[in-house]
T-cell receptor, first 114, second 111 residues
Framework: DTAVSQTPKYLVTQMGNDKSIKCEQNLGHDTMYWYKQDSKKFLKIMFSYNNKELIINETVPNRFSPKSPDKAHLNLHINSLELGDSAVYFC?????????????FGPGTRLLVL | GESVGLHLPTLSVQEGDNSIINCAYSNSASDYFIWYKQESGKGPQFIIDIRSNMDKRQGQRVTVLLNKTVKHLSLQIAATQPGDSAVYFCAENSGYSTLTFGKGTMLLVSP
């Protein structure tokens, strides 16, 4: 009965590879997000999707491409991985994209680029 | 306070003490605030929220105080337990669908 789930939990890969992280929420929410948490624990929004439509795209390299096949899923594909991409990536969801909406987070995907 | 190098601001307390974690937010237009708890190896977990038309909100063992004049938020945890040990983040709703997170404070509770 996990609310927001992500796979894989750990991902170790070589520089230059392409990888994907998957996220699913069973909360019936309309909005999903990707966040990046760096080694100093700083959390920053990357993308936000509402009902499969992109609504926020922060300053993220275009090597990162989110894809939402339906409103319960938001996947993150990363091309040409770089050392600096090593971080923990969190998916989150909320009922609506508006203000004053609580966001619920997944368990994270720990990406290590060698 | 500000984090230094790789180290988060840390609050160390004894079990049973009350804990107060502080947060300064940046945007005076923010109207919604959330406290999250992040345990090691897990995602941020919602604790309590407060809207800008309130200055205090209480939950079970937790209280959030909001001072809009000085843009300050605090989380009070009563009778702190070892299971409360985690990193705590404040987050402000600074725009449509956007949460901006603070730097985090590590709470260490010793038995």
């Amino acid at each position: 009965d996990t609310a927001v789930s992500q796979t894989p939990k750990y991902l170790v890969t070589q520089m230059g590879n392409d990888k994907s992280i998957k996220c699913e929420q069973n909360l019936g929410h309309d909005t999903m997000y990707w966040y990046k948490q760096d080694s100093k624990k700083f959390l920053k929004i990357m993308f936000s999707y509402n009902n499969k439509e992109l609504i926020i795209n922060e300053t993220v390299p275009n090597r990162f491409s989110p894809k939402s096949p339906d409103k319960a899923h938001l996947n993150l594909h990363i091309n040409s991985l770089e050392l600096g991409d090593s971080a923990v990536y969190f998916c989150a969801s909320s009922q609506d994209p508006g203000r004053q909406e609580t966001q619920y987070f997944g368990p994270g995907t720990r990406l290590l680029v060698l | 306070g500000e984090s230094v190098g790789l180290h988060l601001p840390t609050l160390s307390v004894q079990e049973g003490d009350n804990s107060i974690i502080n947060c300064a937010y940046s945007n005076s237009a923010s109207d919604y605030f959330i406290w999250y708890k992040q345990e090691s190896g897990k995602g941020p977990q919602f604790i309590i929220d407060i809207r800008s038309n309130m200055d205090k909100r209480q939950g079970q063992r937790v209280t959030v105080l909001l001072n809009k004049t000085v843009k300050h938020l605090s989380l009070q945890i009563a009778a702190t337990q070892p299971g409360d040990s985690a990193v705590y983040f404040c987050a402000e709703n600074s725009g449509y669908s956007t949460l901006t997170f603070g730097k985090g404070t590590m709470l260490l509770v010793s038995p």
